[in-house]
């Protein structure tokens, strides 16, 4: 679903910062090889992970759902000289075309990834969080809320992506489709939760940026 009009879509990305070489090369690669391109963060909202990220200026950063990489590589622009983005996905097949663009970057060093369940990956890592990015499945974004919630840094940031999910949060879910209720749920949550304050943002499908208090 389209929010906006493609030709208001199209001059905000023409006056926003341009895309960095190696992205527009990991942009064009996921577009040609992977089956569900659309899941990667693209330009537009590249540009605004990256400008979150170098307001903030995290020591530690974690991403739940690495994909082939592109957003992690927009976040790690606005890390500190020795920080650290932890990195999480499920998917075996994506870590060699994952590898290929990390390694090609200058954050390199400062990228650590895991394979596997986030859920049990999260409790194992020691750090705390100065920002968080949920891009993974949705039936489970509460559950890695609480698993991340108080292992936030005061002030860190909770960015949710895909939480309008094509508009369908507004209207009556079909029983069957726990995405849609699992998002309504936790659109919910990040709203009552009084650890937090909240602004849902109604670009690309939705993406809420979380402060902790």
């Not at 899941?39 to 690495?66: A, F, W």
């Not at 957003?71 to 996905?89: M, P, R």
Request: glycine share 6%; hydrophobic share 35%.
């Amino acid at each position: 679903m389209d929010f906006i009009t493609k030709e208001i879509d199209s001059y905000a990305i023409e006056h926003s910062q341009n895309e960095p070489k190696l992205l527009q090369e990991l942009n064009k690669e996921t577009w040609q090889k992977m089956l569900i391109p659309r899941m990667l963060s693209g330009h537009y909202q590249g540009r605004l992970l990256s400008m979150v990220s170098k307001l903030i200026n995290p020591k530690i950063i974690l991403e739940i759902g690495t994909y082939t990489g592109y957003s992690a590589l927009c976040l790690a622009e606005g890390l500190q000289n020795k920080g650290l983005l932890h990195t999480i996905d499920h998917n075996e097949e994506l870590l060699d075309f994952q590898n290929k663009y990390f390694n090609r970057s200058k954050y390199k060093d400062q990228i650590k990834t895991y394979l596997g369940d986030a859920l049990d990956i999260i409790p194992k890592i020691e750090d705390k969080f100065d920002l968080v990015f949920i891009d993974a499945d949705k039936t489970n974004y509460s559950n890695y809320y609480n698993l991340i919630i108080n292992k936030m840094n005061k002030g860190g940031v909770i960015l949710s992506d895909n939480v309008l999910w094509s508009g369908k949060v507004t209207e009556k879910p079909d029983p069957k489709d726990r995405d849609t209720i699992a998002l309504i749920l936790y659109n919910k949550l990040l709203k009552n939760d009084p650890r937090i304050e909240t602004v849902l943002l109604p670009i690309r499908d939705g993406l809420t940026i979380s402060r902790v208090r």
